[in-house]
T-cell receptor, first 115, second 115 residues
């Protein structure tokens, strides 16, 4: 079974709709991240969380919100989706307490299309 | 803020040959990590190799090695004996050892393997 899972894997929605992307991990890591990938731009950080009570904005947080429901779950919400939020979204985890704490482990990605 | 530049949007190499992907970065910090991630058509982000800035020795992982030039802020990836399965997007990424530990990615290089 995958250590970092994302649901849904693909989603098509309409402008103005609220949508939630979910991320779960079984790695026991304390840190979780949401990235967005656009063609030609690489991955950019949206939000990150170092534990359940520590949530921080990344470089492109406008239009997004997050919730860390538990150590293993980190959800990304688009309150009112717009077409330029069409992208591939990745969740990632890392563990400060491990020897490889600087390594981030990625989920399989969610492809979101906003019409 | 850190920046990562990959100046080669696309590269191609004959199967079994060697190819080098370029990456430069800009930072005022002295303690950081550099990574190469591979993204095949499955879109999964896979860590290829990692380099700690305080280590002068270049990292190697089987057919993958890096040429880390700290003073020049250069971090290239060499793939030896290229295989068809190496075809993918390759992203260079920077991680500060201070602050929020967010990955800063380059825009990627698409590598094609010619049979």
């Amino acid at each position: 079974d995958a250590d970092v899972t994302q649901t849904p894997r693909n989603r098509i929605t309409k402008t103005g709709k609220r949508i939630m992307l979910e991320c779960s991990q079984t790695k026991g890591h304390d840190r979780m991240y949401w990235y967005r990938q656009d063609p030609g731009l690489g991955l950019r950080l949206i939000y990150y969380s170092f534990d359940v009570k520590d949530i921080n904005k990344g470089e492109i947080s406008d239009g997004y919100s997050v919730s860390r429901q538990a150590q293993a779950k980190f959800s990304l919400s688009l309150e009112s989706a717009i077409p330029n939020q069409t992208a591939l979204y990745f969740c990632a985890t890392s563990d400060r307490g491990s020897e490889s704490y600087n390594e981030q482990f990625f989920g399989p990605g969610t492809r979101l299309t906003v019409l | 803020a850190q920046t990562v530049t990959q100046s080669q949007p696309e590269m191609s190499v004959q199967e079994a040959e060697t190819v080098t992907l370029s990456c430069t970065y800009d930072t005022s910090e002295s303690d950081y990590y550099l990574f190469w991630y591979k993204q095949p058509p499955s879109r999964q982000m896979i860590l290829v190799i990692r380099q700690e800035a305080y280590k002068q020795q270049n990292a190697t992982e089987n057919r993958f090695s890096v040429n880390f030039q700290k003073a020049a802020k250069s971090f290239s990836l060499k793939i030896s004996d290229s295989q068809l399965g190496d075809a993918a997007m390759y992203f260079c990424a920077f991680l500060s050892n201070f602050g929020n530990e967010k990955l800063t990615f380059g825009t990627g290089t698409r590598l094609t393997i010619i049979p």
